[in-house]
Each structure stands twice: as structure tokens, then as C-alpha cells.
């Protein structure tokens, strides 16, 4: 049995990492919609405790995984550790005397509580004191019903909102008007403001070398000319060729040696992944983490396709994906200041061709819309059982990088 599962960051009011909301599928053809709810959580703790470990998925945050009154009442949460999970009561549970018994146990044991996708009823005012967090779809609800909300609540300090489905920036901004302390959805996949950002010198030969590696043949003469005349480029090469994941067979004395210690593709990798971490100094670093990730799942399913000559290609597209948001701007102007090819710049544009497809498939994940992936997997005609392996590898990957280059 192949395991499913996709992760959505949840940030605090300074845009820094607090844990991943957990969402499960069980195959191809079951998508989560039509699954019974019972059974989704109980795969989903299955599949944390024999298929991989949730610190994979979590980078040892706390995992926010939904349960159901069924799933609660056979003790699932004490297959997880307190310090681990985040018990979110499901938005379907009818509240009463036995879900109030079981809140009152959990808490007693020191699990957190979270009420999902809440709706104001009055009897929930006997869950009040033991729940933590509430969480409010900014999608499903207005102004009115969210001021609602914080009125009730104000007799009890200690819960903290937690704003859902935040899509844009105003939204964000919303959210901390009104007191929110944590916020879930891609708010930081888009622009934060139109302005413009020029890009230093040192990004700017980053954006040349990128153009560099963006061809199947590299001309090594000329890139090893640009990290000569620019310092700082130099010294993080070395830095990065002199990692524990290289085995050298000598010390490294020039900088062509250190290049052809790494090869074309770590070469290529290693400039997506400097380029967003310099430019995205100031942004926060789950914004990193999605763009590392979106590139290496992009490059696997590239490599699974077998359609690429480079799949190198795959891997820059999927990096740049979320330059939009890195440099505050609209993708359109990103693409102008930036020499990469035009298969690059047309699927990130335009949305058209193939690399588009895979990113396409990479941000359906991300949603967990599982039946857009499928359809998505389908057209393009990549082995089912591809697709969450090269999912899981590439969470996993980002999470070393980012110990890499920084969290």
C-alpha cells in the first residue's frame, strides 16, 4: 500500500513556521472527499507510525491532524505524543456530553485542542475552557460572524484564533487587525505589494548564472569567470562543494575544480537554491521551504516522466515558481529581470507547456485537491505510485537543505 499525505504550513503573526496541518488520501482512485472520515484519520496515524515518521512530514513541528467523534472515543490521539499533535476536532462533530468528556481526558493529559473549521453555537461555550486554538475559514465566513466569535471568546484568554483558507495578503492583514495569532493558507504565495525590487550585483550574477545552467550544455569556462570576479559567490561554492555530501578525492584548489567536484546538476541546484535563499532574505523561511520543495518534487516527476532531456529545467521552474512573492512583485516583471529560458519563463507566465503541467500537479498537492492531482497525474500519464513517494522525497530533501542554507 502506497501512503498519501500532503502537508499545509501554519504560520504565526511574524510569518515563522508553528507546525504542518496533515492531510490524508488513500490512493489514486479514493480520493479524500469520499472517504469515510474514521478511516482517513486512523490511515493517516497508521501510516505516521509504519510508513515513515512524522518528523518527516513535520520537521519536528507539531502535526495538526483531524479526528472524528469515532476517532476520538478509540484513544488515537495517545498513539501520538502529546508534544506531537495537535487534536483538531472535526467541524461534523455534533457537540455533546461524550465529546466533552473526552476534550476534558485530553486535556487532563496535556494534549492541545483545536476546533476546526468552527461555527458559532452556544453550547460550545462548555468547551471554551479546554480548548486552545480555534480555527476560523476566512473563506466561509464575513467580518460580522468572525467579530462574533472573538466576543464569545474573550472570557477565555487563553484560545488562540487561528485564521484558515488565507489566500491573499489583505487577508492577512485582516487576520491581524482582528487579533489572529496563527494563520493557515498561501498568503505568502503571493505578492505582499506591487513595488519594485532591483536586484544587487551579486543577485544579479546569481540570475546570470542561473541563465548559464539553464541550457543542457554548460559552458563551464564562463561560469567559473562569473564566481571569480564575485567573492562571496566564490566562498559559498567552496563552502558548499566542501559539505559532507561530497566525497572528495583531493582538496580543492581552483574554482573549475570545486564546479567539477559538483557536477552539472548540483551545479544547477546549487544556484536555485542560493538565488531564493539571497533574495529571500527577509522573507520568512516556510517561503524557502515551499520553493525547495516545489523544485525537487517538480524535478522528480520530471524524472519519473522521462520527457526532459534536462530535468534540470523542471527543478528551476519549480524554484522560481515563487519568485512572485520572494521579490513582491507580479510574475510577469520577475520574468523581465530575470535571463532564464523560455520554456521557463512560458510556463511560469503563461501556464503552457510541459514544465507548467508538473507545477500544476506540485501546487494540487500542495492544496491537497486530490482529484485535480489525479487528473493532472492521468494526462500526463505518470505511474500512480510516483507521485507520493516523489512528494515525500521532496519534503525530505528541503528539510536538509534548509539545515543547509540556513532556517
Known amino acids: ?66 479526528f472524528t467523534l469515532e476517532t476520538l472515543q478509540k484513544g488515537y490521539p495517545a498513539l501520538l505524543g502529546k508534544d506531537h499533535v495537535v487534536v483538531e476536532i472535526l467541524e461534523t462533530i455534533q457537540p455533546g456530553k461524550r465529546l466533552l468528556a473526552i476534550v476534558k481526558d485530553l486535556k487532563e493529559k496535556g494534549y492541545t485542542l483545536a476546533l476546526d473549521d468552527y461555527m458559532h453555537q452556544p453550547v460550545w461555550r462548555h468547551f471554551y475552557p479546554y480548548i486552545d486554538i480555534i480555527k476560523i475559514d476566512f473563506l466561509k465566513n464575513d467580518t460580522a460572524a468572525i467579530e462574533t466569535v472573538i466576543e464569545e471568546i474573550k472570557p477565555h484568554p487563553h484560545i488562540k484564533l487561528l485564521a484558515e483558507k488565507v489566500e491573499t495578503y489583505e487577508k492577512y492583514q ?34 546570470e548564472l542561473l541563465y548559464e545552467t539553464s541550457s543542457v550544455d554548460l559552458n563551464l569556462k564562463k561560469i ?36 567539477i567536484v559538483l557536477g552539472n546538476e548540483e551545479i544547477k541546484r546549487f544556484l536555485s537554491l542560493l538565488f531564493a535563499a539571497q533574495v529571500a532574505a527577509d522573507k520568512p523561511a516556510e517561503l524557502i521551504r515551499l520553493s525547495l520543495t516545489r523544485a525537487r518534487f517538480t524535478e522528480l516527476l520530471a524524472i519519473n516522466h522521462n520527457k526532459l532531456k534536462d530535468t534540470g529545467m523542471a527543478f528551476l521552474t519549480g524554484m522560481m515558481s515563487l519568485m512572485d512573492a520572494i521579490l513582491d512583485e507580479d510574475m510577469v516583471n520577475v520574468m523581465k529581470k530575470l535571463p532564464l529560458s523560455n520554456d521557463i519563463k512560458t510556463a ?27 487528473n493532472i497525474q492521468l494526462e500526463l500519464g505518470l505511474p500512480a505510485e510516483k507521485v507520493p513517494d516523489a512528494y515525500h522525497d521532496a519534503v525530505s530533501w528541503a528539510n536538509e537543505q534548509m539545515m543547509v542554507f540556513g532556517d
Open 224 to 259: 567559473t569567470q562569473v564566481f571569480e570576479r564575485d567573492v562571496n559567490l566564490s566562498y559559498k561554492l567552496l563552502r558548499y562543494s566542501n559539505s559532507a555530501a561530497f566525497k572528495r578525492r583531493a582538496e580543492i584548489s581552483t574554482i573549475k575544480q570545486a564546479l
Open 174 to 207: 485582516q487576520g491581524l487587525e482582528l487579533g489572529f495569532s496563527y494563520f493557515q493558507g498561501f498568503f505568502f504565495s503571493k505578492p505582499e505589494m506591487v513595488q519594485s525590487k532591483t536586484l544587487p550585483p551579486s543577485e544579479m550574477a546569481l540570475a
Open 1 to 66: 500500500m502506497y501512503f498519501y499525505a500532503a502537508r499545509q504550513p501554519i504560520l504565526d503573526r511574524d510569518k515563522k513556521l508553528i507546525g504542518y496541518e496533515l492531510l490524508f488520501r488513500d490512493g489514486v482512485d479514493n480520493v479524500f472527499p469520499d472517504i469515510d472520515g474514521d478511516e482517513a484519520t486512523s490511515r493517516l496515524i497508521e501510516g505516521s507510525q509504519f510508513n515513515f515518521g512524522l518528523e518527516d512530514l513535520t520537521d519536528n513541528k507539531p502535526a495538526y491532524i483531524n
Open 348 to 374: 511560469l507566465v503563461d501556464d503552457e507547456g510541459l514544465l507548467a503541467m508538473y507545477l500544476r500537479l506540485v501546487k494540487q498537492y500542495e492544496q491537497a485537491n486530490w482529484q485535480g492531482a489525479k
